[in-house]
T-cell receptor
Framework: EDQVTQSPEALRLQEGESSSLNCSYT??????LFWYRQDPGKGPEFLFTLYSAGEEKEKERLKATLTKKESFLHITAPKPEDSATYLCAVQGLFSGGYNKLIFGAGTRLAVHP | DAGVTQSPTHLIKTRGQHVTLRCSPISGHKSVSWYQQVLGQGPQFIFQYYEKEERGRGNFPDRFSARQFPNYSSELNVNALLLGDSALYLC?????????????FGPGTRLTVT
C-alpha cells in the first residue's frame, strides 16, 4: 500500500535559522512527488513536482530534493511569512488513476521573528 | 485567470441530512478531483473525474457520489451525513489525466455536521 510519512510533525524556527523537512514514501512505482504549502483554513498551494531520484527544484527560499525513498524540503533563512503546513504527496503507478495523490499528514512550520 | 472556485465556503448540516458541494476548475482544465481533509491530517482522495467520466475512486462509502458536467464543473454529494463527515472538502483541477501533472486546489468547503 502506498504510504507517505512526514517528519517532524511540527517545527519551530527563529527567523534566519535554516532547516529541512522530511518526507519518506513507500510506493509501487513513483510517477511523481509533490510538495504543497497550506495556510490555515485554505486549500493547498502547489510548490514543486519531482519525478526521479537526484532531481532538485528551487523557489525563493525553498529547495526540494528527491531520493529513491525520501524527499527533503530545505528552507534557507526562513521568514515569518514562511509559516504554514507543508504537505508532501506521491502519485504511484498503481494508485488507481493518474491524478490520485497520497498525502502525508504534513509538517507545521512556525517561524518566529 | 481565476483559480479553482468552490461553493459554499462554509456549511453546517445535521446528522442524516444530504449535502451538495460545487467546484469550478481552472479555465481549460478538464480533470477534477475531490479530497477530504480532516483537521490535523493530509487530504484523502475521494474521486477523480475526467471528461465527465469517473477515473478513480478512493476508499469512501457509497454515501459519497460525484459527477462532472459538460463545462467541467463538478458536484460532490454526501447522503446520510455522519458526525465523522465533518471536514474540509477540497477540489483540485488539472489539465488532463494522461500523465503526471500538477493539480491546483481550491479554497475548500468547510462542512460541519452536528
Amino acid at each position: 500500500e502506498d504510504q507517505v510519512t512526514q517528519s517532524p510533525e511540527a517545527l519551530r524556527l527563529q527567523e534566519g535559522e535554516s532547516s529541512s523537512l522530511n518526507c519518506s514514501y513507500t510506493v509501487s512505482g513513483l510517477r511523481g512527488l509533490f510538495w504543497y504549502r497550506q495556510d490555515p483554513g485554505k486549500g493547498p498551494e502547489f510548490l514543486f513536482t519531482l519525478y526521479s531520484a537526484g532531481e532538485e527544484k528551487e523557489k525563493e527560499r525553498l529547495k526540494a530534493t528527491l531520493t529513491k525513498k525520501e524527499s527533503f524540503l530545505h528552507i534557507t533563512a526562513p521568514k515569518p511569512e514562511d509559516s504554514a503546513t507543508y504537505l508532501c504527496a506521491v502519485q504511484g503507478l498503481f494508485s488507481g488513476g493518474y491524478n490520485k495523490l497520497i498525502f502525508g499528514a504534513g509538517t507545521r512550520l512556525a517561524v518566529h521573528p | 485567470d481565476a483559480g479553482v472556485t468552490q461553493s459554499p465556503t462554509h456549511l453546517i448540516k445535521t446528522r442524516g441530512q444530504h449535502v451538495t458541494l460545487r467546484c469550478s476548475p481552472i479555465s481549460g482544465h478538464k480533470s477534477v478531483s475531490w479530497y477530504q481533509q480532516v483537521l490535523g491530517q493530509g487530504p484523502q482522495f475521494i474521486f477523480q473525474y475526467y471528461e465527465k467520466e469517473e477515473r478513480g475512486r478512493g476508499n469512501f462509502p457509497d454515501r459519497f457520489s460525484a459527477r462532472q458536467f459538460p463545462n467541467y464543473s463538478s458536484e460532490l454529494n454526501v447522503n446520510a451525513l455522519l458526525l465523522g463527515d465533518s471536514a474540509l472538502y477540497l477540489c483540485a483541477s488539472s489539465f488532463w489525466d494522461r500523465s503526471v501533472v500538477e493539480q491546483y486546489f481550491g479554497p475548500g468547503t468547510r462542512l460541519t455536521v452536528t
